[in-house]
């Protein structure tokens, strides 16, 4: 029989390095989820992407157990690292802070296939781009499908 789901906490938190402190033990001490069992679970499944920010999904259930997926990294901390640039632009329609290729874009749209609420790898690297953009990012080149 299925276990009956309490309640769901979303969480962003750098690969092998998750601790009690907040935001961790503050978002699952409050469902009453063992907090320890946690982290001790998460760094392990996470050594190969350690310090990089990892999405994770924590399912909690009525008796207190709990489940957690962890996502690939967000497209934007992904399109900074490609950049090499530490910070999204403040004014990203007038100042650009670095450069992108469609090659990269595309590296990345194919990351992040089974995250995004997309079917196709053209549609997918739209969305990249647009991220992209929204960070200050100028995409050098013609779109794939444009030429």
Known sequence: MAK?????????????????????????????????????QFNAR????????????????ADK?????????????QLMEVAKVQKG????NRVKVGKVNWQ????IALDKMPDLNCFTKES????VAGTARSLGLTVEGNAPWEN
Not at 5 to 19: R, T
Not at 65 to 77: C, G, Q
Not at 104 to 107: L, M
């Open 4 to 40: 009956e789901i309490s309640g769901f906490v979303k969480l962003q938190v750098k690969g092998g390095q998750a601790n009690p402190a907040p935001p961790v033990g503050p978002a699952l001490g409050s469902k009453g989820v063992n907090i320890m069992e946690f982290c001790k």
């Open 46 to 61: 996470t050594q190969d992407k350690m310090g990089k920010v990892v999405p994770v999904l924590i399912t909690v259930y």
């Open 65 to 77: 157990s709990f489940d957690f997926v962890i996502k690939t990294a967000p497209a934007s901390i």
């Open 89 to 92: 632009s403040k004014e990203s």
């Open 104 to 107: 990269q874009i595309e590296a």
């Open 124 to 127: 997918a690297m739209k969305m």
